[in-house]
């Protein structure tokens, strides 16, 4: 099956700072999402992007299906943007989570 | 309402019991997954619903699982003789199938499954 990689798999913060995080793949997909999971657990959307870039306030993504990456930037870091960070890439219908970037963003 | 929802949030059971999981899924979305998550890990794939059609279950790990999925609505997840390597947090997302791919996922917050 397809592999996902996910780097770093930890990152720590000052907020303010800013990061990016990368999502690679091992195969074609037909989509690609970003998601944030809180400390409470809950999956958030945040983007649905099988190519191009998108940009929502501060955080926006940009996948480049023919080189097999995505990457999700977070510029003015905040204490609210802690949690793990995951990308989940479908290909036949099934889609395939990395094991996430855990971000720690301190006051 | 507008969301996945599961229930139940919390479910702790004595080791051998059978549990269920139910998930219903955002109206008018014909696909539904079911993920699990153990404690500090990424999303296992356990079966996917997609219309009518037989269900894919290639991510069930042992034959006490099973899930089905009624009217093309709500699924149950259901899980015999429970083991202890069974806790874990089970998700369900679901999402506007088109015929080129899944379309995008959504989640509910999942039940948390802990067997003493």
């Known amino acids: 099956g397809i592999q996902v990689e996910q780097s770093p798999p930890d990152l720590i913060l000052q907020e303010g700072a800013n990061s990016t995080l990368r999502c690679n793949f091992s195969d074609s997909v037909n989509n690609l999402q970003w998601f944030h999971q809180n400390p409470w657990g809950q999956l958030i959307n945040l983007f649905y992007i099988p190519s191009g870039t998108k940009q929502n306030g501060r955080l926006s993504a940009t996948t480049v299906a023919t080189e097999r990456y995505s990457l999700l930037y977070i510029s003015s870091s905040q204490t609210t943007d802690s949690g793990v960070y995951f990308c989940a890439v479908e290909r036949s219908y099934i889609p395939t989570f990395g094991r996430g970037t855990s971000l720690i963003v301190h006051p | 309402g507008a969301g996945v929802s599961q229930s139940p949030s919390n479910k702790v059971t004595e080791k051998g019991k059978d549990v269920e999981l139910r998930c219903d899924p955002i109206?008018?979305?014909?696909?539904l997954y079911w993920y699990r998550q153990s404690l500090g890990q990424g999303l296992e794939f356990l079966i996917y619903f997609q219309g009518n059609s037989a269900p894919d279950k290639s991510g069930l790990p042992s034959d006490r699982f099973s899930a089905e999925r009624t009217g093309g609505s709500v699924s149950t997840l259901t899980i015999q003789r429970t083991q202890q390597e069974d806790s874990a947090v089970y998700l369900c997302?679901?999402?506007?199938?088109?015929?080129?791919?899944?379309?995008?996922?959504?989640f509910g917050e999942g039940s948390r499954l802990t067997v003493l």
């Open positions: 109206s008018g979305h014909t696909a």
């Open positions: 997302a679901s999402s506007l199938y088109r015929v080129l791919d899944t379309g995008e996922l959504f």
